[in-house]
Structure formats: structure tokens, C-alpha cells
Nanobody, 128 residues
Framework: QVQLVESGGGLVQAGGSLRLSCAASGRAISTYAMGWFRQAPGKEREFVASISRIGISTDYADSVKGRFIISRDNAKNMMYLQMNSLKPEDTAVYYC?????????????????????WGQGTQVTVSS
């Protein structure tokens, strides 16, 4: 079992930055692909970014590409999402998730069903 806890959310003005953190416990995350998803009110959960087991490969949703940076520190069992140039449409609850590597190879890093473990989420609100 992997327990995930997000932090770093908050209220920020458009154009500002936030850095989300995801702390993992229970197991080392080095064997898992990791991802960030978000869910805005009235909308389905959507993929934001993912990172491979040792951080060589990353993937981003088009809506955040060039503004968000995903990273991980396996030694600390942590994952991060640096969010820059934030827009009001980035307002959502952000979730971190962990997926077995064999699963993402089969179903892809963007599919939420690939991920076995989820955090409770952290709210990000961007004001205009």
C-alpha cells in the first residue's frame, strides 16, 4: 500500500505560481509512475502531468504544457508540481497518484484507471 498526501495548494492571483508537493509513505515510490490529476467543480477528473519511475520521461496535458513542471525525488519519496503563469481555469482540486509501471505501459500514463493509489487532494484557486 502507498499512502499519498498532497500539500501546497491555496489561493493565488492569475499569473502567479504555486508548488504542490506529494508525500508518499508505506512503500518506496521508485517503482511507480507518478501523476497529477485535477478536478474542477462540475467537471470530470482530468490528467495534468506524469513522470516515469526515475524521472526521465514526463508528459503534460496541452493545457498546462510550458507552464507546469513535474518532478520527483525518490530518495525523499516525494513528487512535485511547479505551477507557473496560473490561470483561473487552473482552479481545481489537484490529486497526486501512483501507478505500477506495468499498468501504465498497458493503459497509458494519462488514464486515471492506470493509477492504484490516490491522495485526498489539495485545492488550488486562481483568482482573476
Amino acid at each position: 500500500q502507498v499512502q499519498l498526501v498532497e500539500s501546497g495548494g491555496g489561493l493565488v492571483q492569475a499569473g502567479g505560481s504555486l508548488r504542490l508537493s506529494c508525500a508518499a509513505s508505506g512503500r518506496a515510490i521508485s517503482t511507480y509512475a507518478m501523476g497529477w490529476f485535477r478536478q474542477a467543480p462540475g467537471k470530470e477528473r482530468e490528467f495534468v502531468a506524469s513522470i516515469s519511475r526515475i524521472g526521465i520521461s514526463t508528459d503534460y496535458a496541452d493545457s498546462v504544457k510550458g507552464r507546469f513542471i513535474i518532478s520527483r525525488d525518490n530518495a525523499k519519496n516525494m513528487m512535485y508540481l511547479q505551477m507557473n503563469s496560473l490561470k483561473p481555469e487552473d482552479t481545481a482540486v489537484y490529486y497526486c497518484a501512483a501507478a505500477p509501471w506495468t499498468t501504465v505501459q498497458a493503459m497509458g500514463v494519462r488514464a486515471s484507471r492506470s493509477y492504484d493509489y490516490w491522495g485526498q487532494g489539495t485545492q488550488v484557486t486562481v483568482s482573476s
